[in-house]
């Protein structure tokens, strides 16, 4: 039972509206119902430069929901047998003299179970926009380019005997991708993911070069020496990452396509069945959710799968399925919430993350814009 009536979204609106006159959100949020549209409202700011109003239409940088895409370029390519999911990296991708251990496979690189190192290890904290301040961000536009940032560190566990986040997993992904195909992973991706799924407005847009519709990333400049004062400007993303987008991060998409790929997912288009049961399938166990509980009930476990993440109720039923992306000037959610299905078993059992339900996407040129929005529709969906 959700409270995602009229009234509710409304408010919503109504909500959003004020934040975006007060220079607190900037985006798009979209929301679905069994396919029917139910909310799509722009906001903000596009440029902060010239004032140029978000539209719908707008192309938002989605940075680690980007991930999904190369999953699923991925993943065709293993349904077209030219890779295996247990197919070590190193037998496509020339990794010799580094320390990427010779048993981390394309599995494992997909699910956080490589152990590799990443190049800013976000879950100790670090933060990628520092890896520039010494070394060029615009020197890095080839997915090779990434390489030298990561290839000669320590691993954290040897695969497959433990998960943590690793965007780099999908940078040598992307490597594999391009050595079996011949192509680069921009143009595969566009041909065999955003083609096929009609996303006809999605791409991968250079930060340097002038394309329309495509949204600014901007932070607020604050007061005091912590940050923490009134703002008094607003600093571009432009040196923050590479200028154009990669395996792990940095696609640009409008809301109306993002749904559009996770409609394409559910519906069989982009996956021969079997690998469309396993995308939507969780893979591996990241959090039990047990330091989450604040004692009225237990906290979802989180799981990843091949790209996606889900939460698990105590049941084992799937409360959401989502993938978000966070950047200095950007920050994106695609959010699907399942009807409640009945348990199915057996080798061709639709996953309870395809069935029909509530699909949510909010997109913003702000690394802070996405999250109050999400958490207030997470709260009208659980009513």
């Not at 509206?17 to 949020?29: K, L, Q």
């Amino acid at each position: 039972m959700t409270a995602l009536d009229d009234a509710a979204l409304a408010a919503l609106d109504t909500h959003l509206r004020s934040a975006a006159d007060a220079d607190d959100f900037s985006g798009v949020v979209r929301v679905e119902r069994h396919g029917e549209v139910l909310l799509e409202r722009a906001y903000g700011v596009a440029s902060r430069r010239w004032g140029v109003p978000v539209r719908t239409s707008t192309r938002f940088d989605v940075a680690s929901v980007t991930k999904l895409f190369t999953a699923v370029a991925v993943l065709q390519l293993v349904g077209d047998g030219r890779l295996g999911l247990d197919d070590r990296v190193h037998d496509h991708v020339d990794l010799a003299g580094t320390t990427i251990p010779r048993e981390v496979t394309i599995r494992h690189l997909l699910t956080h179970t490589s152990g590799i190192a990443d190049d800013a290890d976000e879950e100790a904290g670090e933060s990628y926009e520092e890896l520039w301040v010494d070394r060029p961000s615009y020197s890095v536009t080839r997915t090779a380019d990434f390489l030298p940032g990561f290839v000669h560190k320590e691993p954290n566990f040897a695969p497959g005997e433990g998960c943590r986040y690793c965007n780099v997993g999908y940078v040598l992904a992307g490597l594999a991708l391009e050595s079996v195909t011949g192509t680069t992973y921009r143009d595969h991706v566009r041909e065999h993911v955003f083609a096929r799924a009609g996303m006809d407005r999605s791409g991968f847009f250079r930060m340097d070069e002038a394309e329309p519709d495509v949204a600014e990333g901007w932070e607020p400049v604050h007061e005091g020496p912590d940050d923490d004062g009134p703002v008094t400007g607003w600093r571009q993303n432009v040196y923050s990452y590479p200028p154009v987008g990669s395996p792990d991060g940095g696609a640009h998409v409008t809301a109306r396509d993002l749904a559009r790929f996770w409609a394409a997912v559910r519906g069989g288009e982009l996956l021969p069945p079997d690998l469309t049961r396993a995308f939507l399938t969780p893979q591996v166990l990241h959090d039990d959710g047990a330091d989450d509980t604040d004692g009225a009930e237990p906290a979802p476990s989180v799981h990843y799968g091949f790209g996606l993440e889900f939460e698990l109720l105590a049941d084992g039923s799937v409360r959401s399925a989502y993938k978000d992306g966070i950047n200095t000037g950007a920050s994106a959610i695609l959010r699907h919430y399942p009807d409640p299905v009945a348990a199915a078993d057996g080798p061709d059992a639709s996953p309870q993350a395809g069935a029909p339900g509530v699909t949510v996407v909010v997109l913003s040129n702000s690394e802070a814009g996405a999250w109050d929005p999400i958490r207030r529709l997470d709260e009208l969906v659980r009513g």
